[in-house]
C-alpha cells in the first residue's frame, strides 16, 4: 500500500511503522495516495494559533478570540476546545466552561496578513485554488506532478511544513476524488493533520454517518429527515433521484447524491461573492428606535466600505437582528438602482428596522447586501434620483479624509454613540 512520510516527503515500505530515513512515525497510507488530487485545507484554530505564535507565552493556556462578555467566540485554541469551547458560541458561555481562558479581541489585519502568505504558498502549488474563507480553501492538483517532481500528496505535506516554517501556524489537509469529501476528511484528523477519502470508499465511509455529518444538514433539515425515518447517510444514500425528490423537494436528489460521496463541483478560483455584510453585537440589549439607528448606520458605512473595496455594490439589503434571547431575524428588500453609498443603504434599511423595533430587546443589528451588482453601474443618478452622483462625489471625499486622517475625522451624527 503506498505510504508517504509527513517528515521527509519520502515514500516508505509498506511494512514499516516508521521512516527508514528520518525515524519518523507521521506516516499516511492508502491505496489511493498517490492518485487523489483534491485537498480541502483548513488552518487550525486560525486566530487563537496566530496570536500563540506572537505571545508564546500564551502557548500552553487556553485561548479564546472574541468579543467582550456580550460577543461571541470567533475562535479558540484545542486546549479552550478540550472544555467544550466553540467557534460562534456566546462569550458568557465560553467563560463559563473555561473561566481562565485568555481572552483576546480579534485583529483581523493581522489575520488577514497571515491568510495572505499562506494563500501565496498555495498558489505556488496550482493556479486552481479556491478560497473558502480567510482560513480555508480547496485545491485541485491534478496535471501538475511532473511540475514538482512529486505526486500531490508530497507536495502537499511539503506545503505543511512550509506554513509551519514560515506563518507559524499549522494546517490540516484532507486529500479525495473531490471537494466534498476532502472537507469531510480535513475534519478527521485535526489538528496537523493528513487524511485520505479514496473514491472508492467513500460511499461505504459515509453510509454509517449521521446525516448531520454532511455539510449544510442543519437542526432544523435533521428534523426534517428524521422524521421521514433517516438518521444516517446510508439509508438517504438508497434514494433514487426521483424518490429523493418526491420526499424532499428539488434539493432532495442533490442531499442523495452527497450522502454517496458524489460531488460535481469544480475547484472554481473565480468563485463568485454571493453576499457582503457587516455586524455589531451591543455591550448592552437595546430596544428603542433611536438607539439602534446609531449601530446600523455605522455598520451601513462600513458595509458601504466592504462594498468599495470589493468593487460591488449592492441590489438589495438584509437587515439582521439578534434578539436578546437570540432569536434570530432577518428582513430583506429590494433597491431600485444598485449602490454603495451609505446613506442610501440606511435609508432602505431603516424602515424595516422600524418594523421590527416593537419593544423586543436586541443584542446584535447587521446589514447586508444581497444580490450582489457590478460597481460601475452604482449611484449613476436618473430622473428619480439626479443628485446620487453627488452624494457619491462626497462619500469618496469623506473616505479620502478618513484614509489620510483616521475614521473619526470625519463622521455624521447619527453614527455618534451616545455618551454614558
Known amino acids: 500500500?503506498?505510504?508517504?512520510?509527513?517528515?521527509?516527503f519520502r515514500e516508505v515500505p509498506e511494512a514499516r511503522g516508521t521512516c527508514a530515513a528520518c525515524g519518523s512515525r507521521r506516516l499516511v497510507r492508502h491505496p489511493e495516495l498517490f492518485t487523489l488530487t483534491v485537498a480541502h485545507v483548513d488552518c487550525d484554530a486560525f486566530?487563537?494559533?496566530?496570536?500563540k505564535r506572537d505571545r508564546p507565552e500564551l502557548l500552553a493556556l487556553p485561548v479564546i478570540v472574541g468579543g467582550g462578555r456580550r460577543g461571541v467566540v470567533s475562535a479558540a485554541c484545542y486546549i479552550a476546545r478540550t472544555r467544550g469551547v466553540r467557534s460562534a458560541m456566546p462569550m458568557f458561555k465560553a467563560l463559563a466552561l473555561?473561566?481562565?481562558?485568555?481572552?483576546?479581541?480579534?485583529?483581523?489585519?493581522?489575520?488577514?496578513?497571515a491568510a495572505?502568505?499562506?494563500r501565496g504558498l498555495m498558489e505556488r502549488l496550482t493556479p486552481l485554488v479556491q478560497p473558502l474563507s480567510i482560513d480555508e480553501a480547496v485545491l485541485d492538483l491534478r496535471g501538475t506532478a511532473a511540475l514538482h517532481r512529486a505526486p500531490p500528496a508530497a507536495v502537499l505535506a511539503r506545503f505543511a511544513r512550509a506554513v509551519e516554517m514560515q506563518v507559524g501556524v499549522t494546517v490540516s489537509i484532507g486529500l479525495a476524488a473531490n471537494r466534498l469529501m476532502g472537507k469531510l476528511a480535513a475534519e478527521r484528523d485535526k489538528p496537523r493533520g493528513f487524511a485520505v477519502i479514496g473514491g472508492a470508499e467513500a460511499a461505504d465511509w459515509l453510509a454509517p454517518q449521521p446525516v448531520t455529518l454532511l455539510p449544510?444538514?442543519?437542526?432544523?433539515?435533521?428534523?426534517?429527515?428524521?422524521?421521514?425515518g433517516f438518521t444516517r447517510l446510508g439509508q438517504l444514500a438508497t434514494l433514487n433521484p426521483l424518490e429523493a425528490a418526491r420526499r424532499f423537494g428539488e434539493d432532495g436528489p442533490g442531499l442523495a447524491a452527497r450522502a454517496r460521496g458524489e460531488d460535481k463541483r469544480p475547484v472554481n478560483p473565480e468563485r463568485e461573492t454571493k453576499s457582503i455584510s457587516a455586524e455589531t453585537t451591543f455591550d448592552r440589549d437595546l430596544a428603542a428606535v433611536a438607539e439602534l439607528e446609531a449601530p446600523l448606520w455605522r455598520m451601513c458605512e462600513k458595509l458601504a466600505r466592504r462594498l468599495r473595496e470589493k468593487e460591488l455594490a449592492a441590489a438589495g439589503v438584509v437587515l439582521k437582528l439578534k434578539t436578546a434571547g437570540f432569536a434570530l431575524r432577518t428582513r430583506n428588500a429590494r433597491l431600485p438602482s444598485p449602490t454603495r453609498l451609505p446613506e442610501t443603504?440606511?435609508?432602505a434599511a431603516r424602515p424595516l428596522l422600524l418594523r421590527e423595533a416593537d419593544g423586543t430587546a436586541f443584542r446584535l443589528i447587521g446589514i447586508g447586501a444581497q444580490p450582489l451588482a457590478p460597481a460601475a453601474g452604482a449611484d449613476r443618478g436618473d430622473l428619480a434620483d439626479p443628485e446620487a452622483p453627488k452624494r457619491a462625489a462626497r462619500w469618496q471625499a469623506v473616505e479620502a479624509l478618513r484614509a489620510r486622517f483616521g475614521e473619526a475625522a470625519v463622521m455624521q451624527g447619527r453614527g455618534l454613540k451616545p455618551r454614558a
Open 345 to 347: 443603504l440606511f435609508a
Open 1 to 8: 500500500m503506498p505510504c508517504l512520510c509527513r517528515d521527509c
Open 116 to 118: 495572505r502568505q499562506i
Open 216 to 228: 449544510g444538514v442543519g437542526p432544523a433539515l435533521a428534523r426534517k429527515l428524521e422524521s421521514a
Open 47 to 51: 486566530y487563537a494559533s496566530i496570536e
Open 98 to 113: 473555561c473561566p481562565d481562558a485568555v481572552v483576546i479581541k480579534p485583529d483581523m489585519a493581522k489575520y488577514a496578513a
